[in-house]
C-alpha cells in the first residue's frame, strides 16, 4: 500500500504561479497529476517514470513543469502562466508499473491523494 499527500495549492491571479507537491510512502515507478474540474471529466496533467520518461498534457506544456525528488519520494508540479481554465482539483497518483503511453489513463493508477485545489481568478 502506498499513501500519496498533496499539498500547495491556492487562490492565485491569472499569470501567477504555483508549485504543488506530492509525499508518497514509498518509491513508485510512476507518477502523474491529474485535475477534474466540476462537471468534467479527469483530465491527465502530466507524469513522469523511473527511466526519467517525461510527459504533458497539451493544454498545459510549456507552462508546467513536472519533476521528482527520488530521496524524498516526492513529485512536484510547478505551474507558470496560470489560466482560469486551469481551476480544478489536482490529484498526485502513484503506479508501481511503468505505464508509458498509457500515463494519462487514470484507471491505471493504483494510489491517489485526496487532492488539493487550485483557483485561478481572472
Known amino acids: 500500500q502506498v499513501q500519496v499527500v498533496e499539498s500547495g495549492g491556492g487562490l492565485v491571479q491569472a499569470g501567477g504561479s504555483l508549485r504543488l507537491s506530492c509525499v508518497a510512502s514509498r518509491y513508485t515507478n510512476s507518477m502523474a497529476w491529474f485535475r477534474q474540474a466540476p462537471g468534467k471529466e479527469r483530465e491527465g496533467v502530466a507524469a513522469?517514470?523511473?527511466?526519467?520518461?517525461?510527459s504533458y498534457a497539451d493544454s498545459v506544456n510549456g507552462r508546467f513543469t513536472i519533476s521528482r525528488d527520488r530521496d524524498k519520494r516526492t513529485l512536484y508540479l510547478q505551474m507558470n502562466s496560470l489560466k482560469p481554465e486551469d481551476t480544478a482539483m489536482y490529484y498526485c497518483a502513484a503506479e508501481n508499473t511503468i505505464l508509458g503511453d498509457s500515463w494519462s489513463n487514470g484507471y491505471k493508477y493504483t494510489y491517489w491523494g485526496q487532492g488539493t485545489q487550485v483557483t485561478v481568478s481572472s
Open positions: 513522469v517514470d523511473s527511466a526519467g520518461w517525461i
